[in-house]
């Protein structure tokens, strides 16, 4: 073991994932594409650099596909494969507990968590979701956690009351005057009082030996979580310190929360601050040509990637890479993800299209702030 030598686990398995379909039929939230050129998991995974851990251990409920495919080996992130760590992804993961419900014995469920554990020769570890996006700061966590008495230490934001009354996955912390939690309190349940509230940002921070002892402690209960939530649920039982969060962050917890994280973006100052902080966002290099923009292309207030054509128009919105957008188009407040064709005269508006999707000729889609239309990955839109 190193000392204050840190480890992560990251579950990619929020129950939002159902709730923002179809973004989600194929990919964890975590690997939604973000601000143009990002995925969102490009935050936990400079979060992790940026701390100088060289290991990581990521747990995805559905296919993986999407995750090894942006993460490759992890060098991007410092975080390849070596005698020492690697990332260690583990796929399927609901298929995989489930099999053990019929075919192994009752310690198998929590068996590649504890043997990462192990062989990480980590003294801490940070535990964690996919669906908040934020700039993370780990080594100061773990310097909070070290200089505090608690078992383990939270990590929470003071948020606008409507952005988390209404949110059913959020939890809200009970603190007294010493930033000592008291209670976690389901977002439905809290008593609303103030026009801020700390919102847990499921993220911990606690030793490698206490998570084994939780986790030991789950087999003899016969407790069966994802770690994220199985180290929530026993909080209760031990004394936890809060560490406050005071920069920008994103809850995709839903495909509306999604679309706002992205326009919110388009607003220079806030986009200073979420990508030229303290902690550079890391994200895979794309080596392509710029954006062509034709003759009487228009694009006002929008953030655009690499390797697209442009003859139409694009107001207020977020395109990524290679989509071609033909002439006389017209695109206004959407999500344009990668590879997408919109057809000369096509008219969107409060739309969200996944990847390599079509938008045929004379197409009008007109969807509202609050009725989004999201098209698949993949479709083919015909007038």
Not at 7 to 35: G, K, N, W
Not at 45 to 74: C, K, P, Q, T, W
Not at 163 to 174: D, T
Not at 251 to 269: G, P, Q, T, V
Request: charged content about 25%; overall charge negative.
């Amino acid at each position: 073991m190193r000392m204050n030598k840190i480890t992560a686990i990251l579950s990619l398995t929020d129950p939002s994932t159902r709730e923002m379909q179809p973004l989600t039929t194929y990919r964890p939230v975590a690997a939604l594409p973000f601000a143009s050129r990002y995925r969102a998991l490009d935050f936990h995974l400079s979060n992790l650099s940026h701390a100088e851990m060289d290991s990581a251990a990521i747990f995805i409920g559905g296919s993986g596909r999407s995750v090894y495919d942006h993460i490759r080996s992890g060098a991007v992130w410092n975080l390849e494969s070596n005698l020492s760590g690697g990332i260690f992804t583990f796929s399927q993961t609901y298929m995989k507990q489930q099999m053990s419900d019929q075919h192994f014995d009752e310690n198998y469920f929590y068996e590649n968590q504890k043997e990462f554990l192990v062989k990480s020769k980590a003294e801490f570890v940070v535990v964690g979701g996919g669906k908040i996006v934020a700039s993370l700061d780990f080594s100061d966590i773990r310097d909070f956690h070290m200089a505090h008495s608690g078992d383990m230490t939270v990590v929470y934001k003071n948020m606008p009351v409507q952005e988390v009354q209404g949110h059913p996955h959020e939890k809200v912390l009970r603190l007294d005057g010493d930033h000592d939690v008291l209670g976690f309190v389901s977002s439905a349940d809290f008593d609303y009082t103030e026009d801020k509230v700390p919102m847990s940002l499921n993220f911990y921070m606690l030793s490698v030996s206490k998570l084994l002892e939780l986790i030991d402690r789950a087999d003899k209960e016969g407790i069966r979580m994802d770690i994220d939530r199985l180290v929530a649920y026993y909080a209760q039982f031990y004394q936890v310190d809060a560490y406050e969060h005071k920069g920008p962050i994103a809850n995709l917890d839903s495909i509306k929360s999604y679309f706002e994280a992205n326009m919110a973006l388009l607003d220079k100052d806030y986009y200073d601050a979420v990508f030229h902080g303290p902690r550079r966002i890391i994200t895979k290099v794309k080596n392509e040509a710029p954006t062509y923009y034709c003759d009487g292309a228009n694009v006002k207030r929008s953030l655009l990637a690499t390797g697209g054509f442009i003859a139409g128009s694009i107001e207020n919105s977020m395109v990524f890479r290679k989509v071609e957008v033909a002439k006389n188009a017209e695109i206004r407040d959407s999500i344009i993800m990668q590879g997408a064709k919109i057809g000369e005269g096509a008219v969107l508006e409060y739309c969200i299209l996944d990847k390599n999707v079509t938008i045929e000729p004379g197409v009008v889609l007109k969807g509202s702030k609050d009725n989004l239309i999201v098209i698949e990955k993949n479709r083919t839109v015909q007038a």
